[in-house]
């Protein structure tokens, strides 16, 4: 074969080689986007377990430290930190593979956990040392401001939109406490009823929401006034909440009830249940087209899928005792200052 039909001959090939380059890259970056994994905190035997998104199968488990409870992406979303409250120990995971990047130790009894809305500071509630410890956050180190003294089991974490105050649920004293960051000191105590968890903001910071685990309801308190102003009937055990980002609603998981009611923000008012749900629900994560809300069932030592515009659970996937915390990095943000 003559040179000039062999080089003509190497252009298309060359040609089809590089789209056929391509197609594998491009198939390569979609199979790592589908490859991320729900990351649940299995808090009952000091490990996680990572769930393929799109086709509900464990992947593997892998061990973290005495009791997990909750987790929270870093402001830069570059790290995922699972916070081990009985070992007093803070680990940093990869969002997207859940490999560990790095162990921070002598961060004592961080059971919840929470970023101000502004990242100046971090903030961990120690439930069995009734306190909490205020951190300031430069982007990359924590250091200790202070340890508050706060009263009987500090819970649940939310914020101002501005950064400039934390609220914390108090569940065996029954109270909601608002701190002011900047001098790192109490600035208020409110009675809100039996054992309060979950907390979050409505949207314009008008309201927070409480739920009230020792009831069957949720608190509306506004807190610039200082007063209880409301009592949304949800279910038994209203316990921690999830935006479903449009801008209208929040599910309230009711542990006791084993159900998940949905509150518009804008009535104030429960709109409907979703029933039929294993013993326990408890955190939430939202997937990214907002079709499908999941849940850790506390209780039943499993996770469960929720097809939210039918309101019905539709798959379960066993993991370990006492799933707690939930998240995946490619789901829909959570636009109320919120950790799950």
């Given at each position: 074969?003559?040179?000039?039909?062999?080089?003509?001959?190497?252009?298309?090939?060359?040609?089809?080689?590089?789209?056929?380059?391509?197609?594998?890259?491009?198939?390569?970056?979609?199979?790592?986007?589908?490859?991320?994994?729900?990351?649940?905190?299995?808090?009952?035997?000091?490990?996680?377990?990572?769930?393929?998104?799109?086709?509900?199968?464990?992947?593997?488990?892998?061990?973290?430290?005495?009791?997990?409870?909750?987790?929270?992406?870093?402001?830069?979303?570059?790290?995922?930190?699972?916070?081990?409250?009985?070992?007093?120990?803070?680990?940093?995971?990869?969002?997207?593979?859940?490999?560990?990047?790095?162990?921070?130790?002598?961060?004592?009894?961080?059971?919840?956990?929470?970023?101000?809305?502004?990242?100046?500071?971090?903030?961990?509630?120690?439930?069995?040392?009734?306190?909490?410890?205020?951190?300031?956050?430069?982007?990359?180190?924590?250091?200790?401001?202070?340890?508050?003294?706060?009263?009987?089991?500090?819970?649940?974490?939310?914020?101002?939109?501005?950064?400039?105050?934390?609220?914390?649920?108090?569940?065996?004293?029954?109270?909601?406490?608002?701190?002011?960051?900047?001098?790192?000191?109490?600035?208020?105590?409110?009675?809100?009823?039996s054992t309060p968890a979950g907390l979050w903001m409505t949207p314009g910071d008008r309201y927070l929401l409480v739920g009230m685990t020792g009831e069957d309801d949720v608190k509306v308190v506004d807190w610039r006034a200082r007063q209880v102003v409301k009592s949304i009937p949800t279910g038994?055990?209203?316990?921690?909440?999830?935006?479903?980002?449009?801008?209208?609603?929040?599910?309230?998981?009711?542990?006791?009830?084993?159900?998940?009611?949905?509150?518009?923000?804008?009535?104030?008012?429960?709109?409907?249940?979703?029933?039929?749900?294993?013993?326990?629900?408890?955190?939430?994560?939202?997937?990214?087209?907002?079709?499908?809300?999941?849940?850790?069932?506390?209780?039943?030592?499993?996770?469960?899928?929720?097809?939210?515009p039918a309101r019905k659970l539709v798959d379960t996937i066993a993991v370990g005792r006492s799933p707690h915390g939930i998240f995946f990095a490619d789901g829909a943000p959570v636009h109320a200052p919120n950790p799950d």
């Amino acid at each position: 074969m003559p040179v000039s039909s062999l080089s003509s001959l190497r252009r298309p090939l060359a040609a089809l080689a590089s789209l056929t380059l391509l197609a594998g890259c491009l198939a390569c970056a979609t199979a790592a986007r589908a490859a991320e994994p729900v990351i649940v905190l299995d808090s009952g035997e000091a490990s996680l377990t990572l769930i393929d998104q799109a086709t509900h199968k464990v992947l593997r488990t892998e061990p973290t430290g005495k009791e997990p409870h909750h987790l929270l992406a870093t402001p830069d979303q570059h790290a995922l930190i699972v916070a081990n409250s009985v070992s007093n120990s803070l680990m940093f995971l990869d969002p997207h593979t859940g490999k560990v990047q790095r162990l921070s130790e002598g961060v004592e009894d961080p059971y919840q956990l929470g970023f101000s809305p502004d990242h100046k500071w971090f903030l961990t509630a120690g439930l069995r040392l009734d306190r909490v410890d205020i951190y300031h956050y430069d982007g990359q180190q924590l250091t200790l401001a202070r340890r508050l003294p706060l009263g009987r089991t500090p819970s649940h974490l939310n914020f101002t939109s501005d950064g400039r105050l934390a609220f914390v649920t108090l569940q065996d004293s029954g109270e909601l406490a608002a701190i002011d960051l900047a001098t790192q000191s109490v600035l208020w105590k409110l009675p809100v009823g039996s054992t309060p968890a979950g907390l979050w903001m409505t949207p314009g910071d008008r309201y927070l929401l409480v739920g009230m685990t020792g009831e069957d309801d949720v608190k509306v308190v506004d807190w610039r006034a200082r007063q209880v102003v409301k009592s949304i009937p949800t279910g038994r055990g209203a316990h921690n909440f999830r935006d479903l980002d449009d801008g209208q609603r929040v599910a309230v998981s009711n542990r006791v009830a084993s159900t998940i009611s949905l509150i518009d923000y804008r009535t104030l008012q429960k709109t409907g249940d979703i029933a039929g749900l294993l013993p326990g629900p408890d955190d939430m994560a939202l997937s990214a087209d907002h079709r499908y809300l999941w849940v850790t069932f506390r209780f039943a030592r499993h996770v469960g899928v929720i097809d939210l515009p039918a309101r019905k659970l539709v798959d379960t996937i066993a993991v370990g005792r006492s799933p707690h915390g939930i998240f995946f990095a490619d789901g829909a943000p959570v636009h109320a200052p919120n950790p799950d």
